[in-house]
């Protein structure tokens, strides 16, 4: 078992905790053609929420893949297109969390908490701008 965050392009996310569901299901089917292993597939705000992740949390799989198999922050991220779900080691999920909370909103994407029974669902502003207020679901 894994600690597992996801990130995601709010602009094509639903809106709603019972659509966002079904919709986040779908993501996690893992259907698109292409290797979920590379950042590349990503729009541009989730690759450079990725770059800057992996700076904490290094990619496990990838072009920018670890060698240090032994490092427990070595983090398996599947990059799709609209969302990067990321499985980390229960030892660091409480750095994990907070870390991936703050570059979300630094990159204005989507941040849901996998892990958690009615996990947090947040967004930002429908104007991107990260000086306006984000809103969330529980």
Known sequence: MSYDL?????????????????????????SEDHSYQDHAVASAPLQAWFKEMVDFFPAMNGPLASDDVDDPKVTDHCVGKDVIY?????????????????LAIKHSVGFFDVSANEGEIL????????????????
Request: hydrophobic share 45%; no cysteine; net charge negative.
């Open 123 to 138: 967004f930002p502003s429908q104007t991107g701008s990260p000086n306006k207020p984000w809103w969330k679901f529980w």
């Open 86 to 102: 990321s499985a980390f080691a229960w030892s660091v999920a409480g750095e994990a969390y907070p870390k991936m909370r703050e």
């Open 6 to 30: 996801m990130v995601f392009e709010a602009a094509v996310a639903p809106k709603s905790r019972e659509d966002f569901m079904v919709w986040f299901g779908e993501q996690t089917e893992w």
